[in-house]
């Protein structure tokens, strides 16, 4: 009784919506419709899969409404949301070009992700010459860098806006090595490290026999920030927003900038060496983390 017939098609009602879902056409061919419930039984039945996530733009928003209720009428899943197995529809908005429009080329087609990481890695690495650094790097290096920087900052500037709003592609800003840019966050794990090796001290060891000890206020607030790291990725993957985690990654790098900064706070050759390293490497060791979940590559000199 799920699936009926009507002006030829087969079909889904679904209650509290006008139209139906086709899930054979009238003259016996298949849809989205047809496909995607095939592929749900499969990823259900065969793979054993316990979340199921669609990521497409908002556009479809009414289509998987309408596929998961059918779904749910079928007892393929569970009627409440926190149950498993469960399908969620993650829709994102669009990119925008900087003349407000959807983001084309010059010949109104679309643009390839390729062609976007490719060119930002080679404004990353003119940036990285510029600064000098073809003298002082090796031609590896120097590639790897601008890889990492330039595959990062599109990621990144996908990743920080909430997935529902729209957003304006621009590479200026994406590249900035200020603000909340992948370019600022990368830089800023390779200032930690290069700090922890300028100590001279085996880190390794600090960590099997230093203590650490959060005196300061400064050192407080950034050790609290880093003990939200779980409950942060938690709410990203619950409710499905990498930008939460953007969030919290920025303002671990702020945190962490007052902190070294405040000359109450001196790291090497301080009385409280031992612990201030501990806590920058704790503070690498998470951005890593935040970096691993975005898909960035972290970078460790500049």
């Known amino acids: 009784g799920l699936v009926e017939e009507s002006q030829g098609a087969r079909v889904i009602f679904i209650e509290g919506i006008n139209i139906p879902l ?27 899969a ?30 409440g949301d926190s149950s498993y197995p469960k399908a969620s529809h993650v829709g994102f908005g669009l990119v925008l070009g900087e003349d407000g429009k959807r983001f084309r080329t010059r010949n109104t087609e679309v643009v390839r992700l390729v062609d976007l990481l490719d060119e930002a890695k080679v404004r990353s690495k003119a940036a990285l010459i510029e ?20 595959y990062g900052a599109v990621k990144y500037a996908d990743l920080k806006n909430n997935r529902l709003t729209n957003y304006t592609f621009n590479f200026d800003q ?14 800023a794990h390779a200032r930690i490290c290069s700090i922890i090796r300028r100590s001279g001290k085996d880190i390794e060891e600090l960590k099997n026999k230093g203590t ?8 407080r607030d950034l050790g609290l920030h880093l003990l939200q790291f779980a409950e942060v990725v938690e709410e990203a993957c619950t409710n499905l927003l990498p930008n ?20 109450e706070c001196k790291v090497i050759g301080s009385d409280m060496e031992t612990s201030r390293l501990l806590l920058c490497e704790a503070t690498a060791v998470v951005m890593r983390k935040c970096f691993s979940l975005l898909g960035i590559t972290p970078i460790y000199k500049i």
């Open 22 to 48: 086709i899930v054979v056409k009238s003259d016996g061919g298949f849809n989205y419709a047809s496909t995607d419930l095939a592929a749900l039984w499969y990823r259900l039945n065969e793979e054993k």
């Open 50 to 79: 316990e979340w199921i996530i669609y990521v497409t733009d908002v556009g479809q928003q009414q289509h998987f409404d309408m596929f998961f209720k059918a779904a749910k009428r079928a007892g393929w899943l569970p009627q």
């Open 131 to 150: 600064r000098g650094k073809g003298e002082e790097w090796t031609e590896e290096e120097i590639e790897s860098t601008a890889e990492a920087v330039g």
């Open 174 to 187: 994406m590249l900035n090595d200020k603000g909340n840019t992948a370019v600022y966050l990368l830089y």
């Open 212 to 219: 650490l000890v959060l005196g300061h206020k400064d050192e």
């Open 244 to 263: 939460v985690l953007c969030d919290y990654l920025y303002n671990l790098s702020e945190i962490f900038s007052k902190f070294y900064s405040n000359p």
